[in-house]
């Protein structure tokens, strides 16, 4: 299947801004996303963007994509210790329609 | 309440043995899936459902099998578990709404351990 990579850990101080990358293979993704896994509880959708955006801003967050390089990025502004989490790149295609391609999950981890 | 639920939420089994871990929704969504979470691998997709006579092996469904009891019940089964089965399960669902984009709620896992 289609892989989808991220880096596995990020420690950030709080305050600071975090960056959280993603590269992908299917160039017909529709749609990538952004999931967040707080624990002991399930994923959780925490935004996503359309293929043929480039950019979208939701309060703190704001989603970076470049389609000739396959790489999406999430910014969180201001990153609070609720932001530590592992957050999860996720995209679906056409050929995959209905189905949802995971990355490993990057664990942010946000310190005093 | 929760929207979608799992049962057990923690289970220690033996190799061998039979198991059925449960999933249930209150969302109306016809759309189910299994999927299993291992460290450094991310979350794979075992089974999935579009309804309920439908059924999809996904990625990763060696060793399990599922069933489709109504539109709000899948349940997934180890027929024989084995210690590589060991893992977080989680249980979505998913609505079709805007087409192409691919919303899914997740219930809040079951965390297994075959000895």
């Known amino acids: 299947g289609e892989d989808v990579e991220q880096s596995l850990f990020l420690s950030v101080r709080e305050g600071d801004s975090s960056v959280i990358n993603c590269t992908y293979t299917?160039?017909?993704?529709?749609?990538l996303y952004w999931y967040k896994q707080e624990p002991g509880a399930g994923l959780q959708l925490l935004t996503y963007?359309?293929?043929?955006?480039d950019m979208k801003q939701d309060q703190r967050l704001t989603v970076l994509l470049n389609k000739k390089d396959k790489h999406l990025s999430l910014r969180i502004a201001d990153t609070q210790t609720g932001d530590s989490a592992i957050y999860f790149c996720?995209?679906?295609?056409?050929?995959?329609?209905?189905?949802?391609?995971f990355g490993a999950g990057t664990q942010v981890v946000v310190t005093p | 309440d929760a929207d979608v639920t799992q049962t057990p939420r923690n289970r220690i089994t033996k190799t061998g043995k039979r198991i059925m871990l449960e999933c249930s929704q209150t969302?109306?969504?016809?759309?189910m899936y299994w999927y299993r979470q291992d460290p450094g691998l991310g979350l794979r997709l075992i089974y999935y459902?579009?309804?309920?006579?439908?059924?999809n092996k996904g990625e990763i469904s060696d060793g399990y099998s599922v069933s489709r009891q109504a539109q709000a019940k899948f349940s997934l089964s180890l027929e024989s578990a084995i210690p590589n089965q060991t893992a977080l399960y989680f249980c979505?669902?998913?609505?079709?709404?805007?087409?192409?984009?691919?919303?899914?709620?997740f219930g809040p896992g079951t965390r297994l351990l075959v000895l």
């Open positions: 996720a995209e679906n295609g056409p050929d995959s329609w209905g189905k949802l391609q």
């Open positions: 969302k109306g969504h016809d759309r």
């Open positions: 979505a669902t998913s609505d079709p709404g805007q087409v192409g984009l691919e919303t899914q709620y």
């Open positions: 299917d160039s017909s993704s529709t749609y």
């Open positions: 459902s579009f309804d309920v006579k439908d059924i």
């Open positions: 963007i359309f293929s043929n955006m």
